[in-house]
């Protein structure tokens, strides 16, 4: 990517310096709510990490989408898909055992089969599969087609999962910011522990993806490179042994 | 784009019809499942009767699973997508052709499921026309995922596992709603169901559409 | 209180195992390639930064 080389550093020491802010709020400097004590602080880290998974799988999903259309179609797009999917999966998947850590005091269970919750298991399932396809032994343009294809029928589970606890009735609850009335719900020290988490937790994002879409350009690399320098070190190797 | 599903759909059953894989093979897996679940669960009577509605239901999903893993092996040998690919036909055509024949296979095997559930787990079927409709809506949305990621996991080694791993979270919707319509016509639940039958027609007609867009593109790859 | 530990130990915890992963990762396709031709025009992606 031709960004300048500061950019990634840059990402990363401020995604380390807004979550250690962002822990340090949470953890001292907010107090402990009424309606659910101390166990209210985990808004730092839950709803973050949950809003950055379906930014995640958003990229993936446009990504396919410009990838399947051929005007602009180029391998770039399908690699930045699976990067973001990837990352998209390690964060929806904490948004899972976060939730499930929340649940467990709150509920009293670790989990229950809310429309919500449901919604986001199936979505981490989802792409799961979308990520195995993504290693199917095929040809390239074969393997980047079905995988756009599939991220394009993942992605309708986001907005079913984020209108699910407006659409159903769910154990968990509805949305505690209204971005018109920040204080509505929430007192504002809340929300700015909140802000802090979405920060950090965007620039950690960021940094990560910029990293993995790296890998995924080394690995197109190696499928086509680094198989004709594996074929030629047989080669040579064989001529070694063989007397010409 | 009818007359090439209607042609496809064609093949697809009489290659059926004369092998009778679904007859000999998928519908006693489908009974099978059903007394397993019964070995399962046996010692409360009850237990049974109430589940029926989601077992019957999780028996007609992996039934659905063998039924299409068929119709993609059927256009993996010889060649087969090749020449579906050249003849011309719509592939809109072909994936409802397709879809059409899993669906009418899978219909055939939900009437005797239904049969097995009310011998066999004592059940009894009081809404018929929620039943009928709700079938039609979540069998149209199984076949259309079904042939849809069908043809995403076509002519690999690991279609075997691929296919499930790929399918069955996008079937769980159907396997819910369908399911919270059947606890209503059976009686074990309250309310008259309408809101799940939606729930399917919203999912099916999102199924349908994908695979009749998506089907042309994934046909044309080498 | 230990959940809410439990909660932010898991996401730093996860977050920082994943970044070391991809670091890794990239350190060690890096090793297994040749070096990138910069006088030739570049492979498919891999550009400066």
Redesign the interface.
């Known amino acids: 990517m031709n960004v300048p080389r500061w950019t990634t550093p840059a990402l990363g020491i401020g995604a380390l310096a807004f979550g250690a802010a962002a822990a340090v709020d949470g953890l001292w400097l907010i107090g402990p709510t009424a309606e659910q004590g101390q166990y209210s602080r985990l808004i730092v880290v839950h709803p973050p990490v949950a809003t950055i998974a379906y930014l995640a799988f958003g990229i993936t999903a446009v990504a396919s989408l410009l990838y399947?259309w051929p005007r602009t179609r180029r391998r770039e797009w399908d690699l930045l898909a699976g990067a973001s999917a990837e990352v998209g999966v390690v964060f929806c998947a904490l948004t899972l055992i976060t939730g499930s850590i929340w649940g467990r005091p709150v509920w009293g269970v670790w989990w229950t089969w809310d429309a919500r919750l449901?919604a986001t298991a199936?979505l981490l399932?989802?792409f799961?599969?979308y990520l195995?396809?993504r290693r199917?032994?095929?040809?390239e343009?074969?393997r980047c087609?079905?995988s756009a294809?599939?991220a394009?029928?993942a992605i309708?589970d986001v907005p079913v999962d984020h209108f699910a606890t407006t659409w159903w009735q769910t154990l968990h609850q509805g949305a505690s910011v209204d971005l018109f009335q920040p204080d509505k719900h929430i007192d504002t020290s809340y929300n700015i522990a909140l802000l802090l988490g979405f920060i950090a937790g965007l620039l950690a994002f960021s940094w990560l993806l910029i990293h993995r879409y790296r890998v995924e350009q080394l690995e197109a690399r190696y499928e086509t490179e680094g198989l004709t320098q594996a074929l030629e070190e047989r080669r040579a190797e064989a001529g070694v042994r063989v007397p010409v | 784009m009818w007359r090439d599903a209607a042609l496809v759909a064609g093949k697809d059953l009489r290659i059926e019809w004369r092998s009778r894989v679904a007859t000999n093979q998928v519908a006693p897996f489908a009974l099978l499942v059903l007394i397993l679940f019964a070995f399962a669960l046996d010692d409360n009577p009850g237990v049974l009767t109430q589940a029926a509605a989601g077992l019957y239901w999780v028996a007609v999903l992996f039934s659905g699973l063998l039924a299409v893993q068929r119709s993609s092996a059927i256009e993996a040998a010889d060649g087969a997508r090749d020449h579906l690919r050249l003849s011309g036909l719509d592939p809109a055509g072909i994936f409802l052709g397709k879809a059409g024949a899993v669906a009418a296979q899978l219909l055939a095997l939900e009437v005797l499921l239904a049969a097995g559930i009310v011998i066999l787990y004592n059940a009894s079927i009081g809404g018929v026309v929620l039943v009928v409709l709700t079938n039609i809506l979540a069998t149209a949305g199984l076949a259309a995922a079904g042939t849809?990621?069908g043809s995403?996991?076509a002519?690999?080694?690991?279609r075997e596992t691929?296919l499930p791993?790929?399918l069955?979270?996008?079937a769980?919707?159907l396997l819910?709603a369908a399911t919270e319509a059947w606890q209503a016509a059976l009686g074990s639940h309250p309310g008259d169901g309408t809101e799940w039958v939606n729930l399917l027609a919203v999912f099916a007609i999102?199924y349908l559409t994908?695979g009749v867009l998506?089907f042309g593109?994934?046909l044309e790859?080498? | 209180m230990s959940y809410v530990y439990a909660g932010y130990g898991a996401t730093f915890g996860v977050l920082a195992l994943y970044a070391a992963r991809v670091l890794w990762r990239g350190r060690a396709l890096r090793r297994a390639l040749p070096p990138v031709q910069s006088a030739t025009a570049s492979p498919a992606g891999e550009r400066r930064g």
């Open positions: 399947l449901t199936l399932a989802l799961l599969g195995a396809l199917i032994p095929a040809e343009t074969v087609r079905r294809v599939a394009l029928i309708l | 849809l990621y995403l996991a002519g690999l080694k690991v691929l791993l790929l069955l979270p996008v769980a919707p819910l999102i994908f998506a593109s994934l790859e080498s």
